[in-house]
């Protein structure tokens, strides 16, 4: 079964420090992956997306992440965060044969200090 | 329209009402979801239709009830909730798998429906 790994639960930095979130997924085939923000009392934006082709993705807002297929791993990156960047983070995964399930980890809060 | 519209925003019903959660799209997309999502967690997939059909139902209890009157719509009808069904609910949609692309691929979320049983 298809299952995704954040590890980072609270993360808290100061603004202007870098950033790296961790994901990694469970399933050996094909896979698409996905970074979604969710900002305090709004809904589900999607950062960034990994299909196919290069796997260095470039998102929205400055985030970036990177598909490394021998680690089954998607970790999210942004070289300097603000303090808009507080949300919550969830990085999720489809395998393209599941009917469109998309399945989401368990979500990493992001604290921005001022 | 790039939107998913979800109505009402904030819903408080007892344990014996009978009420309806509302999703609309008019992006085209032949498939939608129901999610719920509790605080601090992540969201749970409950039900996905595709092409107004159901084709996935993640062994949700038979209080939840859903619905697919035609592409733009889906209803999550609920009767005789408990408190811990207090939560908030996302409707999403997604391109059907035929038109798919490296573009459009993936959900859009609606804003959510925060339901408190009480």
């Known amino acids: 079964a298809q299952s995704v790994s954040q590890h980072n639960h609270h993360v808290i930095l100061s603004e202007a420090a870098s950033l790296e979130l961790g994901c990694n997924y469970s399933?050996?085939?094909?896979?698409?992956l996905f970074w979604y923000v969710q900002y305090p009392g709004q809904h589900l934006q999607l950062l960034l997306k990994y299909f196919s082709g290069d796997p260095l993705v470039k998102g929205i807002k400055g985030f970036e992440a990177e598909f490394i297929k021998s680690k089954f791993s998607f970790n999210l990156r942004k070289p300097s965060v603000q303090w808009s960047d507080t949300a919550e983070y969830f990085c999720?995964?489809?395998?393209?044969?599941?009917?469109?399930?998309?399945?989401f980890g368990s979500g990493t809060r992001l604290s921005i200090r001022p | 329209d790039t939107e998913v519209t979800q109505t009402p925003k904030h819903l408080v019903m007892g344990m014996t009402n009978k009420k309806s959660l509302k999703c609309e799209q008019h992006m085209g997309h032949r498939a939608m979801y129901w999610y719920k999502q509790k605080a601090k967690k992540p969201p749970e997939l409950m039900f996905v239709y595709s092409y107004e059909k159901l084709s996935i139902n993640e062994s949700v209890p038979s209080r939840f009830s859903p619905e697919c009157p035609n592409s733009s719509l889906l209803n999550l009808h609920l009767h005789a909730l408990q408190p811990e069904d207090s939560a908030l609910y996302l409707c999403a949609s997604s391109q059907d798998r035929g038109r798919q692309t490296s573009a459009n691929y993936g959900y859009t979320f609606g804003s959510g429906t925060r339901l408190t049983v009480v």
């Open positions: 399933y050996g085939g094909t896979v698409n």
């Open positions: 999720a995964v489809n395998a393209p044969g599941s009917a469109s399930k998309i399945i």
